[in-house]
C-alpha cells in the first residue's frame, strides 16, 4: 500500500486544509506513515505569517532533497502560503524537485497530479476512483489510525480575507473572502461526528462575517443553531472574531446555546489608537474596551482571547505602555503574543521602516508575557476546588489531556479510557497554563 506524509505548518486553516488532502488520499487508497522517510508522497503545508514559519518551511523543503534524489519516484508537494493562490512561477523555480504545488484550503491539484501518474492511473481506474467525488464534505474521510479516537476536528466556513490590515500577508495569499456553501459545512460536521468527533471548531480569518459576502447565506449566528442540532456533535467554537463585526445576534447565540462553548477570540493587536490607525484595524482602544465589557455584561462567565502584536512599525514606548495598560486592565483569559514581522508585499512592509530594534522587540515580549502569565495565574485560581465539566482528548505522559468549555487545559489521572467523554473534574491545583485535576 502506497503511504502519505503530511507536514504542517500554520494556523488551524492550515490544520483543516491537511486533514482535507488525507481525506482525498485515504480514499484514493493511501495510508498515513508517521515516518517522513517511508512515505511516496510528502506533502509540506506551509505558513508565512511570519518570518519564522517561512524560514521553517524552507528549511524542511531543504532537508527532502536527499530523500527526492535518492528515490525519484518520490512525490513531493507543497501547499499554503508558501504558495499562495496566484502566479507560481516564482516558486517553482526556487523549488525545482517539488512535484506539484496547490494553494492554500485548494490541495485538489495534488490529487489530480497523483491520478495523472501511470501507476496511480491504472490503480484508480480499477477502482473506479471519481476524481470530483472525493472532495464531497460529506464524504470526509479521517485517517485509519484516527477514527472514532479524533476528539476535535475543524472546519473552515470562511476562506480569505478581504479586510487587509496592514501588516498581514493573509489577503494576499488566500485571496478574498469567500464564504463556504452552509450544506457543505452541515455536511463536513455530520461527517466528522459519524466519526467520532465531538468538538468541532468553525474557521475563518474574520469568522464572524460568515455569508456575509454572499446573498442567501445564514449569518454565523444562524450557522450555529443548525451546527447545534447534529447529533454527535457535544461542543461548538468559533475563531477569529474582528472586533467590528462582533453583533449581538451572535452573542445572545454564544449564551443561549449550551453546546456554544463560553469562549471568544477577539484580537486587539495593540492598545494604543495611533499604532491601530497605522495597522488598519478599524476601531479604537476605546471601542474595544467597551466592547470587551458588553461581551462580558451577554454572556455571563466568558473566558476572552486577544491577539496582540509589539513592535509594529514607530512603535514608541509610550504607545507599547497603552497596550501593556490594556491587558492589565481588562484581564483576558488568553492572549497570543507576537513579534513584528515585516512581510514583502503587505503595506507596512512598502511603506514603514521596521524601526523597533529586535532586542527591544522581545523586551516588550517578554513584559507583556509575564503580565499575562500573573492575570492567568490570578484567574485560574479562582477555580480551585470547583468542579467543571472536561473534554478529554489523549493521554499525555501518564495523563489524560482535556479542556473546559473555556479552553483551559487540565490534565487527570486515570486508568480507564477517557477518549472523547465530557466528565466533571474537580480543580485540585491550577497553574497560569494548565491544571490539575480528579474525576468526582
Not at 504545488?101 to 497530479?113: L, V
Not at 443561549?256 to 494604543?272: D, W
Request: proline share 6%; charged share 30%.
Amino acid at each position: 500500500m502506497m503511504k502519505y506524509y503530511i507536514w504542517t505548518e500554520g494556523c488551524q486553516m492550515n490544520v483543516a486544509d491537511s486533514q482535507r488532502l488525507a481525506s482525498a488520499l485515504e480514499r484514493l487508497g493511501y495510508s498515513e506513515s508517521l515516518i517522513i522517510e517511508e512515505a511516496d508522497v510528502i506533502v509540506l503545508n506551509t505558513c508565512m505569517v511570519r518570518q519564522s514559519a517561512e524560514d521553517k518551511a524552507i528549511g524542511r523543503l531543504s532537508s527532502l532533497k536527499p530523500l527526492k534524489k535518492k528515490n525519484p519516484d518520490l512525490v513531493l508537494g507543497v501547499m499554503g502560503c508558501m504558495v499562495g493562490f496566484k502566479d507560481q512561477t516564482e516558486i517553482r523555480k526556487k523549488l525545482p524537485y517539488v512535484d506539484v504545488f496547490a494553494p492554500p484550503s485548494n490541495p485538489k491539484p495534488i490529487i489530480d497530479f497523483l491520478i495523472r501518474r501511470e501507476y496511480i492511473g491504472e490503480a484508480s481506474a480499477s477502482r473506479n476512483v471519481d476524481a470530483e467525488a472525493i472532495w464531497e464534505p460529506g464524504k470526509l474521510t479521517l485517517p485509519a489510525n484516527r477514527r472514532k479516537n479524533s476528539v476535535t476536528g475543524f472546519i473552515p466556513i470562511v476562506y480569505g480575507c478581504s479586510h487587509a490590515c496592514a501588516y498581514c500577508i493573509i489577503p494576499y495569499k488566500r485571496g478574498a473572502e469567500r464564504s463556504r456553501n452552509p450544506q457543505e459545512i452541515l455536511d463536513h460536521a455530520r461527517s466528522l461526528a459519524e466519526q467520532g468527533v465531538k468538538e468541532v471548531t468553525l474557521l475563518g480569518q474574520i469568522v464572524d462575517r460568515y455569508g456575509l459576502d454572499t446573498a442567501g447565506y445564514p449569518t454565523l449566528a444562524e450557522l450555529l443553531r443548525e451546527i447545534h442540532e447534529i447529533p454527535g456533535i457535544e461542543r461548538i467554537r468559533f475563531l477569529t472574531s474582528h472586533p467590528n463585526w462582533i453583533t449581538d445576534e451572535l452573542l445572545d447565540t454564544v449564551r443561549e446555546l449550551p453546546k456554544v462553548m463560553k469562549h471568544i477570540e477577539v484580537p486587539a493587536q495593540a492598545g494604543n489608537n495611533m499604532v491601530l490607525e497605522n495597522m488598519r484595524r478599524g476601531y479604537t482602544d476605546e471601542e474595544y474596551r467597551n466592547l470587551i465589557s458588553h461581551i462580558r455584561e451577554k454572556i455571563p462567565g466568558v473566558s476572552i482571547g486577544t491577539d496582540i502584536i509589539v513592535g509594529f512599525p514607530g512603535e514608541t514606548e509610550a504607545q507599547f505602555e497603552d497596550t501593556f495598560r490594556q491587558l492589565a486592565d481588562l484581564k483576558l483569559n488568553v492572549v497570543h503574543l507576537a513579534r513584528y514581522s515585516p512581510r514583502k508585499g503587505t503595506l507596512s512592509e512598502r511603506t514603514m521602516p521596521d524601526d523597533v530594534p529586535d532586542e527591544e522587540k522581545w523586551r516588550r515580549f517578554r513584559a507583556v508575557e509575564t503580565l499575562q502569565e500573573r492575570i492567568a495565574t490570578e484567574l485560574h485560581a479562582t477555580l480551585e476546588g470547583k468542579i467543571l465539566p472536561v473534554l478529554f482528548e489523549e493521554k499525555q505522559k501518564g495523563r489524560w489531556m482535556g479542556r473546559t468549555e473555556h479552553m483551559d487545559l487540565v490534565y487527570v489521572e486515570s486508568e480507564s479510557d477517557l477518549t472523547g467523554l465530557i466528565l466533571p473534574v474537580k480543580m485540585n491545583w491550577t497553574g497560569p497554563w494548565t491544571m490539575i485535576g480528579e474525576l468526582v
